[in-house]
């Protein structure tokens, strides 16, 4: 593994239906963070964590929940998938003690029936 | 809460023609950092301006931060098709202890061979 990798690339799924999405950094950065993309509004973040073990919630957490049981990976949880969450996800890392840069995953595009 | 704009959402350009994009905070920021996201990839982090009214210079790009450290512009000298694409300014945000980004909504740069 180079950097940060997500998966799947894209899914389809049925309303109603739980799903995890991955995320692994092998880059031992202290900070990691979900966001997701949708047209015009940019990047807004779901989740966070700033270290192994704790996390907390961004602009738009409810739906979704994450871990964070060691420092490479971080995988987010849709309990109940809705259409509203259709969108592309963007998981990316940081090392917070240095210049603070984050680097972004390859994405997941999700479709939500 | 913390806000982050970027204006214009699109720019059509022929190709040699300049292009800005500007960013506005709602609050004071420490930094300001720049990302740039082509089509269909994921944001790929550009640079970091820290000082009060700091110009970096990256080949045809110059990054500006401004006096106040509340606004931010990118501006791309005679573009080229490479730079097609969504660039996006991002803040910090400490709230809550925990350092986190606030992304600009983007500007979509787009060139005309």
């Known amino acids: 593994i180079a950097g940060i990798t997500q998966a799947p690339t894209s899914q389809i799924l049925a309303a109603g239906r739980r799903m995890t999405l991955r995320c692994t950094q092998d880059?031992?950065?202290?900070?990691m963070y979900w966001y997701r993309q949708d047209l015009g509004l940019g990047l807004r973040l779901i989740h966070y964590?700033?270290?192994?073990?704790?996390?907390g919630k961004g602009e738009v957490p409810d739906g979704y929940s994450v871990s964070r049981a060691n420092t490479d990976d971080f995988p987010l949880t849709l309990a109940s998938a809705v259409p509203s969450q259709t969108s592309v996800y963007f998981c990316?890392?940081?090392?917070?003690?240095?210049?603070?840069?984050?680097?972004f995953g390859p994405g997941t595009r999700l479709t939500v029936l | 809460g913390q806000q982050v704009m970027q204006i214009p959402q699109y720019q059509h350009v022929q190709e040699g023609e300049d292009f800005t994009t500007y960013c506005n905070s709602s609050t004071t920021l420490s930094n300001i950092q720049w990302y740039k996201q082509r089509p269909g990839g994921h944001p790929v982090f550009l640079i970091q301006l820290v000082k009060s009214g700091e110009v970096k210079k990256q080949k045809r790009l110059t990054f500006q931060f401004g006096e106040a450290k509340k606004n931010s512009s990118l501006h791309i000298t005679a573009t080229q098709t490479t730079d097609v694409g969504t660039y996006f300014c991002a803040g910090p945000n400490y709230m809550d202890s925990s350092y986190k980004l606030i992304f600009g909504s983007g500007t979509r740069l787009l060139v005309r061979p």
């Open positions: 880059m031992r950065h202290n900070a």
């Open positions: 990316a890392s940081s090392d917070t003690s240095k210049r603070n840069e984050q680097f």
């Open positions: 964590s700033n270290t192994a073990g704790t996390t």
